[in-house]
């Protein structure tokens, strides 16, 4: 199976910085095949990002998806009070569909 | 509005087995997979498995097939999961969730507590 290994483990920065989150995958990823998840404390996840780039309706452009290969990046450009949680990478291409062990993004 | 509901908070002891619903509205069941992901305490997200509720087919992690089943009621727009002869390492938020491009929609958990 595909392992991805997201760092840091720990983020702490204040609202309005910049964050950047990584995933990296034991394998190639198809492009289409990468997403990305929010998720609060007693909550579901949320998608944010999916075929690596898109975003769903109604997630604010201020959260950007990039990458290829094994490397892919969460980018969130200006950090807002409700983006402190955790987010995971998960892929979607070759089964089973793997999860990373996720960033918690604090607050400074 | 696209949504799943799932069953309440279960408390079974080892040993036991557990089935957990998963109910949705705002589409139609059989038009997207159902895919059930777990998240022990402290844990990474985990994929057990998935049901295409337009014909039945399904399709389980290595690690839990034998032990885990995926149904539907296509009638009751309803998907279940059951859990055979648990282990106190089956204690886990359990979530259903529609696989659209990918997993786009998810239920609000189901705590399953395994505890003698």
């Known amino acids: 199976e595909i392992v991805l290994t997201q760092s840091p483990g720990t983020l702490s920065l204040s609202p309005g910085e910049r964050a950047a989150l990584s995933c990296r995958a034991s394998?190639?990823?198809?492009?289409?095949?990468l997403a990305w998840y929010q998720q609060k404390p007693g909550q579901a996840p949320r998608l944010l990002i999916y075929r690596t780039s898109s975003r769903p309706t109604g997630i604010p452009d201020r959260f950007s998806g990039s990458g290829s290969g094994t490397d892919f990046t969460l980018t969130i450009s200006s950090l807002e009070p409700e983006d402190f949680a955790v987010y995971y990478c998960q892929q979607y291409g070759i089964s089973p569909i793997t999860f990373g062990g996720g960033t918690k993004v604090e607050i400074k | 509005q696209v949504q799943l509901v799932q069953s309440g908070a279960e408390v079974k002891k080892p040993g036991a087995s557990v089935k957990v619903s998963c109910k949705a509205s705002?589409?139609?069941?059989?038009?997207?997979?159902i895919h059930w992901v777990r998240q022990a305490p402290g844990q990474r997200l985990e994929w057990m498995g998935w049901i295409n509720p337009g014909n039945g087919d399904t399709k389980y992690s290595q690690k839990l097939q034998g032990r885990v089943t995926i149904t539907r009621d296509t009638s009751a727009s309803t998907v279940y999961m059951e859990v055979r002869s648990l282990r106190s390492e089956d204690t886990a938020v359990y979530y259903c969730?529609?696989?659209?491009?990918?997993?786009?929609?998810w239920g609000q958990g189901t705590l399953v507590t395994v505890s003698s």
């Open positions: 394998q190639s990823v198809c492009s289409t095949c």
């Open positions: 705002g589409y139609t069941l059989s038009s997207y997979a």
């Open positions: 969730s529609r696989f659209a491009v990918t997993l786009d929609f």
